[in-house]
Each structure stands twice: as C-alpha cells, then as structure tokens.
C-alpha cells in the first residue's frame, strides 16, 4: 500500500499548489508560463545538499536517465502552466492527469515489460475516463484552448515518469532523486542563455509584490513535498497507476476551483462535474481495494489441503478402466481428500430403481485408505453436459422433473448417512453459472435442495459452489454452509473460441484474494470456509479431450504449465483445493508413457496436510 498512500499524500499537496498557481498566475507580474516553470526548476539544484545522506554511485547511463527526466520533466511543468493560464484550472488538469497515466501506460508497456493485471487495469480507466470526462463536460471553445499545450505537457510528463522508473529500479531512491531533480535544475539555468528569457524572469523578479513572492516561494515548498512523494510512489509501483491515482488532486481542484477560484460549477455542467467526481472517488477506492489486497502476505508456504475430483464417467470417457484409474489415484497419488460424484443418470437408469454399486466401490475403497469425501449429489454435476439427467426424466414437465429429483435425493442420503468418510454434501455444482446442456430448473429450486438435505442431515455441511472468474459468489456463500469456487486460467470460451481460440485469464492471484475480501463483506460472513473446488489441471481445448490430439493436449496444458498453476494457487490464499484432471494424468501415462504431471501431483498431495 506504500506507494498508493505516498501518491494520495502527493495529490493532495500538488492539488493544493496547482490551486495556488493559479491564483498566481492570475497577477499580472507572474503571468509569464516559463518564469513560472523556471523558478520550480530551480529549486532543483538544491538537491546537491542531498549528496551526503545517502546518495551512492551510479552508472553513466543510470545518471543519464535521471538527468533527462528531470529535464523532460519540467519541460511538461512549463507547457502545463501554460494550459492552466490559458483555461480552467479544473479543465488543464483533467487534460493532464486523463493523459499522461495513458502515455505512461503505453510507454511502459514498450520500454519497462510490464502490465497491469484486471483489477489494477479496472481502477484505472475508471480513474482515466473520470478525468477527461472533466475535460469533455467544457464548452468546445475553452477545450480548444487547452488542449494543445495540455496534450504536450501530458506526453513530456509520460516519458519523464517511464525514465525516472528506469531509474529508480537501477539505483537508489535517493540516488535517483537527486539526477532527477539536478535534471530539472540544469533545463531552467540553461534557459538564462537567452536574453528574453532573462528579461522576463527579472521582471517578474522585481515587479512582483514581496507578498506573492513569499505565497510563491511557500507554494514551491508545497509543490516539491508532492514531487517528493510522487517520486518516491513512482519508485515502488507502476507509473502508470501512480500517475493515474495522482487525479485525486483532480478532486482537490474541483472543490479549490469552485470555493476559492470561483469556477464555473454550475447547472449542467456543475452536475455533470460532480458525477465524475463521483466516478473518480469510486475509481480510487477500487484501486485502493485492489493494491491492499495485493499487500496482504501470503504464506507461500503455509499448510495446504490438497484434494482431487474423480468422475468415473469421464475415466471411462477416456477409454480407461475407471476402477484401475480410481485405484492408482487413491493408493499412488493418496490425495487426504477427494470428490466423489452421484450421477443421477447413472443411478437411477429407471425410475424407482436405484444401482449403487459404482458410488458404492469407490466410497468404500476411500475409507479404506483414509480418504475423506465431498459427495456432490443433484442435477448438476461436474464433468460436460453438466446436467446429468436421466433418460426417462428428460421428457418430463421441469415441475415433475424438479419432483422427482428431490425423491432420489434422499435415498442418497439415507444410504450414506452413516458413512464416516464422508465429510460434506456438495448440492448442485455451480448451480448459478449459465453454462453446459441444461434444462430450465424449477422455482428456488437450490434453497429446496439445500432445506431437504440439511432436513435429512444436520450434522454435515453443506457445500454451494459458483464459477471463480464470472460467478458473482453472492448466492452461493449465503446459500450452504461451505463456499466453493473455481480456478481456471487456461480456457476456450464457448462462445467466443472459434474467432479466438484459447486465451489466459489476465487475472492474478490477487484476483481471487480481493473477491474473497470483498464478498466475505458483502455478505456478512468473515469466517465461513472458503475452499477452491477445482483448480484446473487439465487442458480445455476446442473439442473434448477426447477428441484432441496428444501433442495439443500437452502444447495446452505442460507439466511446466502444472506446476506454474501449483504456484499461482498457494499465491491466491486458500487454504484447500481439488485439483481438476486426476483422470487425464493417468491417461497420459498410460496411453502415452508420459509420467511428468502424475508424479508432479504426487509431490503436491504428499506435500500437504
């Protein structure tokens, strides 16, 4: 949170001195853009004071780089100036602060290799877009004037903040500091080359009253804290979300423009200013949301229960021997807990007569090697077409199907309520995601489900699961007593895959820490079990695996690709995850003498609780 707290401090005191700017660039003897510019550079050479505390030795390069950010720097303070006499102070501003975090973002693309992740990327064009919707709200004329020297005060402070994060990352903040504002200091005496340069600055110097002379000079203090601050920001984070999380002085200019400088804030225009106020605020705290989610530790090496999903349906799918398949999971990997699934279709192939011989096998086989069991029961569950409906129920009206499910349902309890491997009912599997072959289901049929199962067990709890990346978790956590999401980053979207293909999620672990922290609050549940019930670990492709090669299988989804989606998940802060695909590991050592990702996952399962 460091440099998100240190650019909020610099906003407030830039926010603050661009006010008083104004003010003064208002008189008559300071109204000169480059007088005004030349004086804050020049208060850049005093940081040759600095060299004793602290400042180390650095390349030519690295010194070179400081020097001409402070240089490019205060060339964008001069046109800046200008904009600002030119127009509105609350128009100059959101020219520049919409501006420069989009150059900054597109040069650090190009020149410092890094991105933003979804989160950082959502405050950040919420941030953006408020600011030059300040800018879109004024008439056409005062936009005009503006905009060209606003435009390239935004690209010069864009490439300063790039360099003076190159800068920064090779050297010291101090180090850095002093080149840059040495930078700054070198562009304003070099000015004084030319004479009318010099005639200006000295009458400013000597006509200005003594009084603006010292609201200046206070205002420079003010001013150089912010640069302080906004520096030592840009030194810790990503320039681009510093300078877009410095438009909080765009806040502190509105309110400073409209009680002190008497701007115009109203009707129309004063509403509409206000909303992207508004949407500024919101913008911040999301970004403030996101950072401090990203600050909390995590233990990378913490205790973590690792469990694994099995579908017999699936193994057989796969041309495997689901018992031979089922066996080496729970005697070779020997993951602490797995999920079981009763397939209805599987179960009740006739209606009225139950086969339970399959689940049977397997529930016994995981006692028997002291394996605990989530047993998903319900209409939806996991593995395609996701709902798994008996033949003779899908011609039936969705009430009497809906009716008939709630039969079988406790007949699953009542045969494996005294079952001590089983540690929770899941009902349903991601009951809420509109996704896979399903029918319309009946009226609040999820909180029936979920009253009839706790009816016939009370002693258990009740998993509710949702999709990790589009589930809005809400519905889910308030509906069971466990809440289970997903996890998958490698995919090939339903609708959009053939025009894309497979895509990443551009979603960080931090994703997921910042959901749970802000659903947790939402829904008022600070301490209820969190778990991730499939962590993806196995390719999703354009067909069903099945149906694609070997070699595409493993271009989606390598042992190297295993082992990084391992790490991304202790990075994501759960403490339990069933890991997604225990059948395809056994399939490519089998069928393809491929061992890698099974003797990857044995490591994962004997190295948790």
């Not at 640069?227 to 990503?238: K, Y």
């Not at 609050?521 to 600070?526: C, K, V, W, Y």
Request: hydrophobic share 45%; charged share 20%.
């Amino acid at each position: 949170m460091t440099w998100f707290i240190l650019t909020l401090a610099g906003s407030i005191a830039a926010g603050v001195a661009n006010i008083l700017d104004k003010l003064l660039l208002r008189k008559e003897n300071l109204s000169d853009p480059w007088t005004y510019a030349f004086w804050s550079g020049i208060f850049g050479l005093f940081a040759v004071l600095l060299f004793p505390f602290g400042v180390v030795p650095a390349t030519f390069g690295v010194i070179f780089i400081a020097f001409l950010a402070g240089f490019l720097f205060l060339i964008g303070v001069f046109f800046f100036f200008r904009a600002l006499k030119l127009g509105q102070a609350s128009i100059a501003l959101p020219i520049v602060g919409g501006l420069t975090p989009v150059v900054t973002y597109l040069l650090g693309i190009l020149f410092l290799g890094n991105d933003l992740g979804l989160g950082d990327l959502i405050g950040f064009v919420l941030i953006v877009g408020s600011g030059i919707l300040f800018f879109g709200i004024e008439r056409r004329e005062v936009r005009l004037q503006s905009a060209m020297p606003a435009l390239v005060s935004a690209l010069f402070f864009g490439i300063s903040n790039v360099l003076k994060k190159v800068a920064f990352d090779h050297t010291s903040f101090l180090t850095g500091f002093v080149w840059i504002s040495l930078g700054t200091g070198a562009l304003a005496v070099c000015s004084l080359v030319l004479p009318s340069v010099r005639r200006r600055i000295l009458l400013a110097l000597y006509k200005s009253e003594v009084s603006n002379k010292v609201l200046y000079l206070n205002n420079r203090v003010l001013a150089l804290a912010g640069t302080v601050f906004i520096n030592g920001a840009i030194s810790l984070g990503h320039p681009a979300l510093v300078e877009a999380t410095q438009s909080f002085k765009l806040i502190v200019i509105f309110f400073g423009g409209w009680f002190i400088l008497h701007e115009e804030f109203s009707g129309k225009v004063g509403i509409r200013k206000l909303i992207a106020v508004f949407l500024m605020i919101f913008g911040l705290g999301w970004l403030g949301l996101v950072t401090y989610t990203k600050s909390i530790p995590v233990d990378q090496n913490r205790p973590v229960t690792w469990g694994v999903t099995f579908s017999d349906k699936y193994s057989r799918a796969l041309g495997l021997d689901w018992q031979n398949n089922f066996d080496a999971i729970v005697t070779d990997l020997r993951p602490k807990k797995m999920r079981l699934i009763a397939y209805w279709d599987e179960i009740e192939k006739e209606r009225g007569k139950l086969d339970f011989s399959d689940l049977d096998w397997q529930l016994s086989r995981a006692r028997e090697n002291g394996i605990s069991v989530i047993l998903v029961l319900g209409l939806r569950t996991p593995r395609w077409p996701e709902c798994h409906v008996p033949s003779w129920a899908e011609g039936l009206t969705t009430e009497n199907r809906e009716h008939a499910l709630r039969e079988y349902i406790p007949r699953i309890i009542e045969r494996y309520y005294n079952d001590s491997e089983i540690l929770a009912w899941q009902v349903e599997n991601e009951p809420f995601l509109q996704f896979g072959l399903c029918e319309k289901r009946g009226t609040d049929f999820l909180e029936k489900e979920v009253a009839l199962v706790r009816s016939l067990d009370s002693s258990r709890p009740i998993v509710v699961t949702d999709g990790g990346e589009f589930g809005l978790w809400y519905q889910a956590i308030k509906a069971g007593d466990v809440f289970g999401t997903t996890m998958y980053r490698r995919v090939y979207p339903p609708s959009i895959g053939k025009y894309v293909g497979i895509i990443d999620y551009p979603l960080s672990p931090s994703f997921f820490r910042l959901k749970d922290k802000l659903l947790r609050f939402l829904t008022d549940e600070p301490t209820k079990p969190f778990i991730v019930i499939e962590l993806q670990a196995e390719p999703w492709g354009a067909v069903e695996v099945p149906l694609l090669s070997y070699d595409e299988q493993i271009r989606i989804f390598s042992p190297d690709y295993f082992r990084d989606t391992i790490d991304y998940a202790k990075a994501a802060g759960f403490d339990e995850y069933y890991l997604w695909g225990a059948e395809w590991w056994y399939l490519i050592k089998e069928k393809h003498d491929n061992p890698e990702i099974w003797e990857e996952a044995k490591n994962v399962f004997q190295s948790g609780v």
